[in-house]
């Protein structure tokens, strides 16, 4: 079946302007998770979602940064005002929670470039 | 609170030896391990986890991984690398309750 996807695959953007990054995770997963990855280096955590209790938004580094999902589904990232240091990969994950299977299924990410 | 530690950053093994990438983890209760492989300009992909049972767990692509509670580890391994396991690894960790910690990640280079 179709995995996580993510759009779009890379963003240039100018320093200031907002971007949504979109992700769409597999079919009936009821856990979504965002990370940011630097260049070469490790996991950030930003944000889960788990079924329809209150995101846990604690990894979320300023509050330029939100993110949605949508009918338990389709999630948007927000990223207001964007500064360089905002540049990275942006991951997208799913699992599912309720086969008490907890590994994360990844999207390919998001390259997001500000200038 | 959990943190995950990859000792090495990166290392270095020849084709057809054993390799072992550590990782080190710290939370209270019994964790759930996990480690993923990232090959170049590709996403994350799941080889395999310890929830319970036996403390040798078997994953993909001929890898495996033993937890050792008394010293807190889950070392992946492998008996005979190949040039093709080049990549980057992660261990992550989740209690109950609480979300995933990653590692900062291991870079496996393997030598032909």
């Known amino acids: 079946g179709a995995g996580v996807s993510q759009s779009p695959s890379n963003k240039v953007t100018e320093k200031g302007k907002d971007v949504e990054l979109r992700c769409d995770p597999i079919?009936?997963?009821?856990?979504l998770y965002w990370y940011r990855q630097s260049l070469g280096q490790g996991l950030e955590f930003l944000i889960y979602?788990?079924?329809?209790?209150?995101?846990?938004k604690s990894g979320l580094p300023s509050d330029r940064f939100s993110a949605e999902r949508t009918g338990g589904s389709v999630s948007t990232l927000t990223i207001q005002r964007t500064q360089q240091e905002d540049s990275a990969v942006y991951l997208c994950?799913?699992?599912?929670?309720?086969?008490?299977?907890?590994?994360?299924?990844f999207g390919p990410g998001t390259r997001l470039t500000v200038t | 609170a959990q943190s995950v530690a990859q000792p090495e950053d990166q290392v270095n093994v020849a084709e057809g030896n054993p390799l072992t990438v550590k990782c080190t983890y710290s939370?209270?209760?019994?964790?759930?391990l996990f480690w993923y492989v990232q090959y170049p300009n590709r996403g994350l992909q799941f080889l395999l986890k310890?929830?319970?049972?036996?403390?040798l767990v078997k994953g993909s692509y001929g890898f495996e991984a033993e937890f050792n509670k008394s010293q807190t580890s889950f070392h992946l391994k492998k008996p005979s690398a190949l040039v093709s396991d080049s990549a980057l690894y992660f261990c992550?960790?989740?209690?109950?309750?609480?979300?995933?910690?990653f590692g900062p990640g291991t870079r496996l280079s393997v030598l032909p």
């Open positions: 994950a799913s699992t599912p929670w309720a086969s008490g299977s907890y590994e994360q299924y």
């Open positions: 079919s009936g997963h009821t856990a």
């Open positions: 979602f788990q079924g329809n209790s209150a995101p846990d």
């Open positions: 939370v209270s209760g019994n964790p759930y």
């Open positions: 310890y929830i319970t049972g036996d403390n």
């Open positions: 992550a960790v989740r209690h109950y309750g609480q979300n995933f910690v």
